[in-house]
């Protein structure tokens, strides 16, 4: 049911906004491959993620390597809470997700070049099967996007909120 859900959403909104689109994979979104071997379904029956989600331009990477004007950026679904140490250990700028209730940007000098840690949150929704397992979390999922400039360099938007914590629709 909520890949069905899914599927209506991205087709109404995201995929409208955005038809070609790079994605880095997740844990949420290769649910449906652990649940068919959970079952013992064959994942080899399972249809490629743009053929499941119907957004033939959208492509799904295990990480991506992004050259700037401003330096590489190592982007991945999640490494560590710890961002700025990724950043040491790559010698790089990252942006990850993974870590819902992390959201905005890091910033680290090294003797050469500023770098970032960016946590671009996510876009969940609280109240869904996949996020059941952390309805008690306090602190609570940080909502909002992130984006590069032109130049590379990261900046984060929270969402707006109404009282029961849904988007208002702006921001």
């Not at 994942?43 to 993620?49: A, E, G, M, S």
């Not at 306090?138 to 360099?153: F, N, S």
Request: net charge positive; hydrophobic share 40%.
């Amino acid at each position: 049911m909520e890949l069905d859900k899914a599927i209506m959403e991205i087709g109404e909104g995201l995929h409208k906004l955005f038809p070609k689109m790079h994605l880095l994979e997740s844990n949420h979104g290769s649910m449906v491959t652990r649940k068919m071997k959970h079952h013992g379904i064959p994942v080899r029956v399972l249809k490629p993620l743009e053929q499941l989600y119907e957004t033939p331009l959208w492509s799904w990477h295990n990480e991506i390597l992004l050259e700037t004007t401003f330096g590489p950026i190592f982007m991945h679904h999640g490494l560590s809470p710890n961002g700025l140490k990724v950043v040491k250990d790559h010698g790089m700028s990252i942006i990850q997700g993974h870590f819902h209730t992390v959201a905005g940007v890091q910033w680290f000098q090294t003797r050469f070049r500023h770098c970032f840690a960016a946590y671009f949150s996510c876009l969940v929704d609280r109240d869904s099967y996949a996020m059941a397992y952390a309805k008690n979390n306090i602190p609570l999922y940080q909502l909002g996007a992130g984006y590069l400039d032109k130049r590379g360099l990261p900046f984060y938007v929270p969402m707006r909120l109404d009282k029961g914590g849904r988007w208002i629709g702006r921001l």
